[in-house]
């Protein structure tokens, strides 16, 4: 069965560094999101993507964030100078008609 | 903001039916009903959804009540593995639309040996 994959799984970067979490899609998927739950809350909507433009992006997704599609298959989340509240697990997803996620990447910002 | 009301948590013997409820009484016509859940910070796995009628797939059953307002995810024989948060999520259908999920706290599920 085809899934969406995230790299890495775990990452531990010192505050004020720069972040690339990356995802793989599900490959005739058009629409993508990343996605954020910091430990112990709820699922948090980041930003959506479409036809190489962010289609929708949520209060959280502040300048600091960005996203882009490099070749075609890749979908990253970059995070300019992470802070510690930004330490949390990181979802990737993508759809054609049911949205399906990633297994996730965890971030933690000392 | 999640349009969903669900019980924090519920307790199910291994075996049995476990049968999550949601209410979405604001649900409008062209809102469909979508199940997820998740197992221990694992990213969330879509389980099934419906728009009005009673669907039926391997992992589940959803019924969906006549006037809409309320339905129920029903696993039929809950395993230990199903331990996981459910979240019933409302919105209109993805087809051909940018939209998003908006998760709620979901019902946490404990199956108990």
């Known amino acids: 069965e085809p899934e969406v994959t995230q790299t890495p799984s775990h990452q531990v970067t010192q505050m004020g560094q720069e972040v690339i979490l990356r995802c793989v899609p599900i490959s005739n998927h058009l629409y993508f999101y990343w996605y954020r739950q910091i430990l112990g809350q709820k699922v948090e909507f980041l930003v959506s993507f479409y036809n190489n433009e962010i289609s929708e992006k949520s209060e959280i997704f502040d300048d600091q964030f960005s996203v882009e599609r490099p070749d075609g298959s890749n979908f990253t989340l970059k995070i300019r100078s992470t802070k510690l509240e930004d330490s949390a697990m990181y979802f990737c997803?993508?759809?054609?008609?049911?949205?399906?996620f990633g297994e996730g990447s965890w971030l933690t910002v000392v | 903001d999640a349009k969903t009301t669900q019980p924090p948590s519920m307790d199910c013997a291994e075996g049995r039916a476990a049968n999550l409820p949601c209410n979405h009484s604001?649900?409008?016509?062209?809102?469909?009903v979508y199940w997820y859940r998740q197992i221990h910070s694992q990213g969330p796995q879509y389980i099934i959804h419906g728009l009005k009628n009673n669907e039926t797939n391997e992992m589940a059953s959803l019924i969906i009540t006549e006037d809409r307002k309320s339905s129920t995810l029903i696993l039929p024989h809950a395993t230990l593995r199903d331990t996981a948060v459910y979240y019933c999520?409302?919105?209109?259908?993805?087809?051909?639309?940018?939209?998003?999920?908006?998760f709620g706290q979901g019902t946490e599920l404990s199956v108990k040996p």
């Open positions: 997803a993508s759809r054609e008609n049911t949205i399906y």
């Open positions: 999520i409302v919105r209109p259908s993805l087809y051909n639309q940018g939209g998003k999920l908006i």
């Open positions: 604001t649900i409008s016509g062209n809102e469909y």
